[in-house]
């Protein structure tokens, strides 16, 4: 049996945020100490609010993306949509997420390093705007910002304790198995900074995918904190629906046709909060299956890379695997629709998320 979604964008918005709030009551129905339906609704309403606020002062700013010129054509339409939507809904879902317990110092620690990441997109995203292209700060300049701000993040979790599991640096992997990596851990975390902030931001490329995306994967963390048994982890798992909530609401008027974008404000916050998540609660293995479209996106384009180096002869040409990267421009490019695409992605991460809750560490 095929599920079928309804084709209109508001449609399928609103669908997809019944599903996660559903899944969040049942949550909260079966567990004892699960409180994931106020936040994640909560965070909804008001980044809705704030956004809805926001978008005619974002135009009035003239933040209008530049659209690369070397992606499909069909995108030159968007140039001049308002962009660093990140700015109004990531700290919805910090401010929210944090307030659920703030004796707990480890939802401070994150939400440091969810404003450190938005920041950096916000320069990266400034410095776009203001040079009239698609490019803002220099691969390596990024990247040594994102790297600086995931090693502060990464003393800050080492100082309190709160790295691997029983033992400093384990990871848990399913069928009770661990991972003992010791210090090892530090540069796994930074590679996880790193890989999974640049995910989010090479999947915020179609109108909805990454908002949409990144709701139904941090609503997943949220419910495998809870489901994980000894009580679960309430703090963790709250902020994590908290951050799905706001990008339920961005996506309101991120879905198709787009009426705002996220920019790297966005997404390379969307990663960095993920991450930390994940590294504070020993939850590595259950982001890297729910994340799976994040993945394949990034490795979409490495491939498309490699393999055109490889094969590059003298003329300079060489093959391409896909059509275009990142994945869903390859899709896009093979005929199906920008919705269809964004609407076979959410659907994507939703089966991710429940192989990931069955395959819980």
């Known amino acids: 049996m095929q599920l079928s979604w ?9 669908l997809l945020g019944f599903l996660l709030l559903g899944a969040c009551l049942i949550c909260d129905g079966l567990v004892a100490n699960s409180r994931l339906a106020l936040p994640l609704l909560l965070t909804a309403v008001i980044s809705w609010a ?4 926001g978008l005619p002062r974002l135009r009035a700013l003239k933040l209008g993306q530049v659209i690369r010129e070397e992606g499909p054509k069909g995108h030159q339409s968007k140039a001049g949509t308002p962009t660093m939507g990140g700015l109004l809904v990531v700290p919805v879902g910090v401010l929210v997420g944090g307030l659920i317990n703030p004796a707990d110092p480890r939802l401070l620690a994150i939400a440091a390093i969810t404003l450190a990441y938005m920041a950096i997109g916000a320069i990266d995203d400034w410095r776009s705007l203001t040079k009239r292209t698609n490019t803002g700060l220099g691969p390596k300049g990024k990247l040594v910002l994102q790297g600086g701000a995931a090693l502060l993040f990464l003393a800050w ?3 309190g304790q709160w790295l691997g599991g029983a033992g400093a640096g384990d990871v848990a992997l399913p069928l009770g198995w661990v991972l003992p990596l010791g210090l090892l851990i530090w540069p796994l975390g930074l590679f ?4 999974e902030s640049n995910a989010t931001n090479l999947t915020d490329g179609l109108d909805g995918l990454a908002a949409g995306c990144g709701a139904v994967v941090f609503t997943g963390m949220g419910l495998q904190l809870m489901l994980r048994g000894n009580q679960g982890d309430p703090s963790l798992a709250a902020f994590s629906v908290a951050m799905a909530g706001c990008w339920l609401g961005f996506l309101a008027h991120n879905r198709h046709p787009a009426r705002l974008f996220m920019g790297d404000t966005g997404s390379l916050a969307m990663g960095a909060s993920l991450s930390a998540v994940a590294l504070l609660s020993n939850s590595l293995w259950p982001l890297l299956v729910m994340g799976g479209v994040f993945l394949a996106e990034s490795l979409s384009v490495i491939l498309q890379v490699w393999v055109f180096k490889a094969t590059k002869g003298p003329d300079g040409q060489g093959k391409r695997l896909f059509r275009m990267a990142p994945l869903h421009h390859h899709f896009e490019l093979g005929g199906m629709a920008e919705q269809q695409v964004v ?3 959410w659907l994507a991460s939703l089966l991710l998320v ?8």
């Open 6 to 14: 309804p084709s209109n964008s508001r449609s399928t918005a609103a």
């Open 50 to 53: 704030v956004t809805r606020w």
């Open 157 to 159: 979790a080492a100082y």
């Open 192 to 195: 996880v900074f790193l890989a």
């Open 343 to 345: 609407i076979n992605f």
């Open 354 to 361: 429940g192989v990931g809750l069955v395959l819980l560490p």
